[in-house]
């Protein structure tokens, strides 16, 4: 180790904060190359959202999306059992409407078939009341459902714009998705009686 520290003593600073930028420019730009690649190529998905509007001061407005996938009912007198944080797979499925639900979680990467997706996410609950028929969370069922995250759960959009879309009726929002054979997702649009109002550009 103190061979490689007299090693790096001996380079110059400029050199040194050079490579250090250069390092940094190339992580920023994976990133953005793996996001745009998700955007491009992933298939599309409906999602349908409940939206609360927190404010970020240092970086304009956003809205926290809760979507009726992130509770997944789980079977009944299942033995499997998750954590807090364990990486999960969910079946998405859609309906007549072409909105997806999810049918099935799993620790591992299931085969689907037909119009089935599955979309990589981590369990945040592993225990809470899931959702009825009409999308609301229902206690009464004598069922369980986890609680999961997909990395979909905050949009940012224009300054101002954030209060417009949380007052707005759930029923007329929705999310576009694109979710890549892997599992990764990223949000695509946003869609207020099915007509786009915000469109996530590639880059």
Do not use: H, W
């Not at 490689?4 to 420019?25: F, N």
């Not at 576009?176 to 990764?184: D, K, Y």
């Amino acid at each position: 180790m103190s061979t490689v520290d007299s090693l790096i003593g001996r380079v110059p600073l400029l050199p040194r904060y050079i490579l250090a930028a250069l390092l940094l420019c190339g992580l920023i730009l994976a990133m953005v190359y793996q996001r745009a690649e998700i955007l491009r190529n992933g298939q599309e998905v409906r999602l349908e959202i409940v939206p609360v509007d927190p404010r970020d001061l240092f970086r304009g407005d956003y809205v926290v999306l809760d979507y009726r996938i992130s509770a997944v009912d789980l079977p009944k007198n299942t033995t499997t059992t998750f954590t807090r944080g364990q990486k999960v797979f969910v079946t998405l499925r859609p309906n007549e409407n072409g909105k997806v639900r999810a049918v099935a979680i799993s620790s591992e990467r299931p085969a689907v078939s037909g119009t089935d997706i599955v979309i990589a996410g981590k369990v945040t609950a592993p225990s809470v009341c899931p959702f009825n028929e009409n999308g609301i969370r229902d206690c009464k069922t004598g069922s369980d459902a986890a609680l999961v995250k997909y990395g979909l759960e905050s949009y940012f959009v224009p300054q101002g714009e954030g209060k417009k879309i949380e007052t707005t009726e759930k029923a007329r929002l929705e999310v576009v998705a694109a979710v890549t054979p892997s599992g990764q997702a990223a949000i695509k649009r946003l869609l207020i009686d099915g007509k786009p109002v915000y469109d996530e550009p590639p880059y």
